[in-house]
Nanobody, 113 residues
Framework: QVQLVESGGGMVQSGGSLGLSCQAS????????MGWYRQTPTIEREWVGE???????HYQESVKGRFTISRDNDNNVLYLQMNNLKLEDSAVYHC???????WGPGTRVTVFP
């Protein structure tokens, strides 16, 4: 089963950008749809978006045009580029693989005014 570890979280001012990575190990992700989710104290893991093995991405309406999901199958990495960040984007971001439903531990993103 694939293990996932996110990185790249941090603090950023509203309107700024941040890029997250999700490194997979223990198996290849090249044939797996991968997703990004986020969790806050009041919202259980909310779907942010996902990308198919062919590179087709889908997004939650609130992040469309601001977030971009991409993948590097050669290096087993999933990415989430977040631009024009808003206060409400603050959350712990998790990646997920859809073959076995595994999750990474998450990386925290805090957007401040």
């Amino acid at each position: 089963q694939v293990q996932l570890v996110e990185s790249g979280g941090g603090m950023v001012q509203s309107g700024g950008s941040l890029g997250l990575s999700c490194q997979a190990s223990g198996g290849s992700i090249d044939s797996i749809t991968m997703g990004w989710y986020r969790q806050t104290p009041t919202i259980e893991r909310e779907w942010v978006g996902e990308i198919t093995r062919d590179g087709i991405a889908h997004y939650q309406e609130s992040v469309k045009g601001r977030f971009t999901i991409s993948r590097d199958n050669d290096n087993n990495v999933l990415y989430l580029q977040m631009n024009n960040l808003k206060l409400e984007d603050s959350a712990v971001y998790h990646c997920r693989e859809y073959q076995y439903g595994g999750w990474g531990p998450g990386t925290r993103v805090t957007v401040f005014p």
